[in-house]
Antibody, heavy 117, light 110 residues
């Protein structure tokens, strides 16, 4: 079964850091680009970051540029999101999503990140 | 990175057809035939319904169809069913900005 499972969410204070992980299974992870997409409570979806299959191309939304770092380990079938200098507005469910390409065809169940003092 | 504009809500009776619009700019929707649509039920992850403007993934009902004219993409749901009640989001490739989502539309089946 094709599956993505996120982990690493939790409660963190403003200015703090958190590292999210996404474990992939059921497909050849190294052949696909991947993304992080987030959704603030009661709000819409927001694309956060993209990484190509070989990690050679990376993009970030302006809202997280300079604070978040996307990476992957193809040997471990894993995607990561290092989040630094967290702000209240980063509070959201974070989803990892497989790039079809140009569409997100497989989504994880999401992991909740709460930034609060 | 401004979000694409969708109506906040659309409703219809069972069996009817509804259309959700998604308005962008010449930098995103208007420049690429790479609009996708997602269905999201409460508390669940989004599900891909349409990609590349009008293509349906395997397993998605042919009651869902997509189109585009200029800077506006549309999702039509025909033969509306109770299970179609959900939030729907469009998304467009936007070049160097990669991807931008729409504001979301709540579909209510009356």
């Amino acid at each position: 079964e094709v599956q993505l499972v996120e982990s690493g969410g939790g409660l963190v204070q403003p200015g703090g850091s958190l590292r999210l992980s996404c474990a992939a299974s059921g497909f050849t992870f190294s052949s696909y680009s991947m993304n992080w997409v987030r959704q603030a409570p009661g709000k819409g979806l927001e694309w956060v970051s993209y990484i190509s299959s070989s990690s050679s191309t990376i993009y970030y939304a302006d809202s997280v540029k300079g604070r978040f770092t996307i990476s992957r380990d193809n040997a471990k079938n894993s995607l990561y999101l290092q989040m630094n200098s967290l702000r209240d507005e980063d509070t959201a469910v974070y989803y990892c999503a497989r790039d079809m390409p140009n569409a997100f065809d497989i989504w994880g169940q999401g992991t909740m990140v709460t930034v609060s003092s | 990175q401004s979000a694409l504009t969708q109506p906040a809500s659309v409703s219809g009776s069972p069996g009817q057809s509804i259309t959700i619009s998604c308005t962008g700019t010449s930098s995103d929707v208007g420049s690429y035939n790479l609009v996708s649509w997602y269905q999201q039920h409460p508390g669940k992850a989004p599900k891909l319904m349409i990609y590349e403007g009008s293509k349906r993934p395997s397993g998605v009902s042919n009651r869902f169809s997509g189109s585009k004219s200029g800077n506006t993409a549309s999702l039509t749901i025909s033969g509306l069913q109770a299970e179609d009640e959900a939030d729907y989001y469009c998304c467009s490739y936007a070049g160097s900005r990669r991807d931008v989502f729409g504001t979301g539309t709540k579909v209510t089946v009356l």
